[in-house]
């Protein structure tokens, strides 16, 4: 990533709200994600509307259209995904404020549950990428190139 590239996403970083940071983490972590399922994963994480309320699809779009406007994540209309050159910098951030590990477990277990051994092959490579990703975010602060593969 270009030096003009991470001041941008810094820049972008410091005008988010810390749910509109995690909502990036959600993002990045699960990518391509529908908003039915971005709401899903952002309760399971916590992200709340208020204390009482989980945010429905229509709010939470005010949360992604922060990210939208500042590039740090695009849409095609219907999926969610991290801007490729945006990703490793949101997951190496979360990492570095002790926010990526509390935001996978939750993501895991309500992407992953608790499923036995013998679960099919897609949810085991698809539970292997995410694993992948998280230990590389994690512990390599040099691994941006075996992220930007997975």
Do not use: W
């Not at 549950?113 to 390599?140: E, V």
């Amino acid at each position: 990533m270009t030096a003009d590239k991470v001041l941008q996403f810094h820049e972008a970083l410091r005008a988010l709200r810390p749910e509109e940071r995690d909502l990036l983490t959600i993002v990045a972590l699960a990518e391509p994600l529908n908003i039915t399922h971005l709401a899903t994963l952002a309760s399971a994480a916590g992200i709340r509307e208020t204390a009482s309320l989980q945010h429905s699809t229509k709010s939470l779009r005010v949360l992604t259209n922060a990210l939208l406007e500042r590039q740090l994540v695009y849409t095609n209309g219907a999926l969610f995904a991290c801007r490729p050159e945006m990703r490793y910098q949101a997951l190496r951030h979360a990492a570095a404020h002790r926010r990526l590990v509390p935001l996978a477990n939750a993501l895991s277990h309500a992407l992953f549950g608790a499923r036995p051994a013998s679960y099919d092959y897609s949810t085991r490579a698809h539970r292997a990428a995410f694993d992948a990703t998280l230990a590389i975010a994690s512990a390599a602060p040099h691994a941006e190139s075996l992220l930007d593969e997975l």
